[in-house]
């Protein structure tokens, strides 16, 4: 363990048989047709990589950059789009790939966005739920896990850029979100 992690909240075996569950899930729900997952970057990356290979009908992967937090702990609520994607999106299966979902403004917002576009649909698939810190019904259509009101990192989630590359999630000791860096 990360000498700045106080403790493991979801293991990295959880998180793996979570994540080929979920994509089955996916491939049941959309068998028979194409999805476009839309990663928002940078924490759900790494989720999205994960979740693709589980995945067993066509999809593409396609990423979003947005920011919402800056250099706090806690969602601005303010969304600010720093990469669109790429790929057209009218017509087709869209899941948003979120990392975490805990206030619902930035995965409420892009979802909305995003079925402007005229999508045939548009899903949210969220590694964490954080119902505890919400300010608008947000709609998750798959759900990784439900987590108590604690910042978290690891597994694509950051502090200040640092701890996405954890293989699970965890909370970090009071003493490194004093300092802001790892040891």
Known sequence: MHPDIQRVLISEVRIRRRV????????????????????????????AADLIR??????VLDFMAISSYGDSTRSSGVVQILKDVEESIAGRRVILVEDIVDTGLTSTYLARLLAERQPERVEVCALLDK????????????????????????????????????????TLKPEALKRGTSA
């Open 20 to 47: 080929a569950e979920l994509g089955r899930e996916i491939s049941t729900v959309h068998a028979g047709h194409e999805a476009l997952l839309i990663a928002v970057l940078r924490g759900a990356a790494i989720f």
């Open 54 to 59: 589980h995945i067993e009908i066509p999809t």
């Open 131 to 170: 119902p505890a810190r919400r300010r608008t019904e947000a709609r998750l259509d798959y759900r990784g896990f439900t987590i108590p009101d604690e910042y978290v990192v690891g597994y694509g989630l950051d502090y200040r850029q640092r701890y996405r590359g954890l293989p699970y999630v965890g």
